[in-house]
């Protein structure tokens, strides 16, 4: 079975400025999809960024970025110019690529609660 | 194109009665997930559902939960005679496909047990 870990409860970062969230991941597989969302205090769960596991290319979006580590098993998240709007709780999930398996199911990390102080 | 929408957002029930959880996919979507997030968890899959048909229940609890997605309406989740530990935020979430799309999550119901 896949798990997604997440070693960091909390962060916190000043406005404009950098701050990673960091994601590690098991499993067997070799095709799959990781994702960064972010639940704001109205538990909406956001898509921030999505990285598929046959690309070596990092994913982008704007002010986010991924640093995906496939033979490390690793996906952190990297957030420039921090906003305040960035405050939330940020979920590293998985997903299988397999066709036939389970694909269609994510595997979600704890989370990591981020403050954004002005 | 409206989102997923799930209501109640918030839902207040007395030990023993009945949850009805509501989810409307996106126009367009035949698939529906359901998630239930405990209080400092991440989400965790509880069901998958096509039109009329369960295809994946495996993080259902076997006693008290079910779940539905008729041809016309909304799909359901209930759980029946809830117990404190019930208490969670469910999502759910649509997609078109089940390959290679994504997955849209709905606001989620905040269910509290008391």
């Known amino acids: 079975a896949q798990t997604v870990t997440q070693s960091q409860p909390e962060m916190s970062v000043q406005e404009a400025e950098t701050v990673t969230l960091s994601c590690t991941y098991d499993?067997?597989?070799?095709?799959?999809?990781l994702f960064w969302y972010k639940q704001p205090p109205s538990r909406q769960m956001i898509l921030v960024i999505r990285?598929?596991?046959?690309?070596?290319q990092n994913a982008t979006e704007n002010r986010f970025s991924v640093n995906f580590q496939k033979a490390a098993k690793s996906f952190s998240l990297k957030i420039s110019d921090s906003q305040l709007g960035d405050a939330a709780m940020y979920f590293c999930?998985?997903?299988?690529?397999?066709?036939?398996?389970?694909?269609?199911?994510?595997?979600f990390g704890k989370g990591t609660l981020l403050t954004v102080n002005p | 194109n409206a989102g997923v929408m799930q209501n109640p957002r918030h839902l207040v029930r007395r030990r023993g009665q009945e949850a009805r959880l509501r989810c409307s996919p996106m126009?367009?979507?035949?698939?529906v997930y359901w998630y239930r997030q405990l209080p400092e968890e991440g989400l965790k899959f509880m069901v998958y559902?096509?039109?009329?048909?369960?295809?994946?229940e495996s993080g259902m609890p076997k006693e008290r939960f079910s779940a539905e997605f008729p041809k016309e309406g909304p799909s359901i989740l209930r759980i029946q005679q809830v117990v404190r530990g019930d208490s969670a935020a469910y999502f759910c979430?649509?997609?078109?496909?089940?390959?290679?799309?994504?997955?849209?999550f709905g606001q989620g119901t905040r269910l509290t047990v008391v």
């Open positions: 999930a998985y997903r299988s690529a397999s066709s036939g398996g389970s694909n269609y199911k994510l595997t």
């Open positions: 499993t067997s597989e070799s095709d799959y999809y």
């Open positions: 979430a649509s997609s078109l496909l089940i390959d290679r799309t994504e997955a849209f």
């Open positions: 559902l096509q039109k009329e048909n369960i295809i994946d």
């Open positions: 990285q598929e596991a046959y690309k070596q």
């Open positions: 126009k367009g979507h035949s698939h």
